[in-house]
């Protein structure tokens, strides 16, 4: 990979590959909940590998920048626990029935936003920095802390799902394409979030700084 001599370029390919992650998981899985939506498609098995989808990219993308940039790094591992957190992130929101298609029958009054989004904020916490902890172990961030990367990869999930969630509550698209769209943009802002969050937590001693 090329090594960027400017710590201004290698941060902003941080960010980029974090919006970019993001933005394939969250299209994905905003066509994921269309599409089942509809019936096509079985509920649990879509969301589930939508989810993984979505993992899967964003810690790929993430470790092909970390690779090489960070001493001892493995991007196996990184890969595998982001992919890891986000199937149980996912796994845990179909258990409580989070997202789930309402029955034709059931009432649909849905709390008001201003409740939602701290709920979401909180969930991001926890979940992001449970990723973050096993991005930093398994993956060998070293000269990292793992409880500063904890914090960040925590603080920047909770900023990432107060806007994944405003989104989903305000904006429910009918056809697969306008899904893409929407979750596309709204992933890519999330992972600027992302990025921004834990963009100072990486190692001092990497070409970022």
């Known amino acids: 990979m090329r090594q960027f001599t400017h710590p201004v370029s290698a941060a902003m390919i941080w960010l980029l590959v974090c919006m970019?992650?993001?933005?394939?998981?969250?299209?994905?899985?905003?066509?994921?909940?269309v599409a089942t939506d509809s019936g096509s498609l079985p509920y649990t098995?879509?969301?589930?590998?939508?989810?993984?989808?979505?993992?899967?990219?964003?810690?790929?993308?993430?470790?092909?920048?970390?690779?090489?940039?960070?001493?001892?790094?493995s991007s196996t591992g990184w890969i595998v626990a982001t992919l890891g957190v986000a199937l149980l992130a996912y796994g845990a929101s179909l258990a409580f029935g989070a997202g789930a298609p309402a029955a034709a029958d059931a009432a649909t009054v849905a709390p008001p936003l201003f409740l939602?989004?701290?709920?979401?904020?909180?969930?991001g916490l926890v979940l992001g920095a449970l990723?973050?902890?096993a991005q930093a172990m398994f993956g060998r961030l070293h000269h990292v802390p793992?409880?500063?990367?904890?914090?960040?990869?925590?603080?920047g999930w909770a900023l990432?799902?107060?806007?994944?969630?405003?989104?989903?509550?305000?904006?429910?698209?009918?056809?697969?394409g306008a899904a893409a769209l929407i979750g596309g943009l709204t992933g890519a802002a999330a992972g600027l979030?992302?990025?921004?969050?834990?963009?100072?937590?990486?190692?001092?001693?990497?070409?970022?700084f």
């Open 20 to 33: 970019l992650g993001e933005a394939i998981g969250i299209a994905g899985m905003a066509t994921a909940y």
């Open 45 to 73: 098995a879509t969301i589930l590998v939508a989810g993984g989808i979505e993992g899967l990219a964003l810690g790929a993308f993430q470790a092909l920048v970390l690779r090489g940039r960070v001493r001892g790094f």
């Open 116 to 123: 939602i989004l701290p709920a979401a904020g909180a969930v």
């Open 131 to 133: 990723m973050g902890a």
């Open 146 to 155: 793992v409880m500063r990367w904890s914090l960040a990869s925590g603080l």
């Open 160 to 176: 990432a799902m107060v806007v994944i969630t405003a989104a989903a509550s305000s904006f429910v698209p009918q056809t697969l």
């Open 193 to 208: 979030l992302l990025g921004l969050a834990t963009l100072f937590a990486l190692p001092r001693q990497s070409s970022f």
